[in-house]
């Protein structure tokens, strides 16, 4: 997609120059995103009510298309290698 779109983490908006870059296109963000995956014996304990947090970022991207307005949802960050 091509610029104007906006970009959120978690469900708070990012700033392109201050948040994340573009570049080759790819957003780059300058902070560590993580994503949760939850093992088994952290499922079976949220079966029984027990809960268990961790920093699970999502990237999210509204962006227009024919005029119409869409959203990229629960994007999954990677980590490039440098």
């Not at 560590?32 to 947090?53: C, M, N, P, Q």
């Amino acid at each position: 997609m091509r610029p104007p779109f906006e970009v959120y983490v978690s469900g708070v908006r990012q700033e392109p120059g201050v948040d994340f870059e573009v570049a080759d296109g790819v957003l780059l963000f300058e902070r560590e995103l993580r994503k949760d995956h939850i093992s088994g014996w952290r499922w079976f304990l949220g079966a029984w009510g027990v809960g268990t947090y961790r920093q699970d970022d999502s990237v999210d991207i509204r962006y227009q298309r024919d005029g119409r307005t869409l959203v990229a949802e629960g994007l999954e960050p990677e980590v490039l290698d440098d």
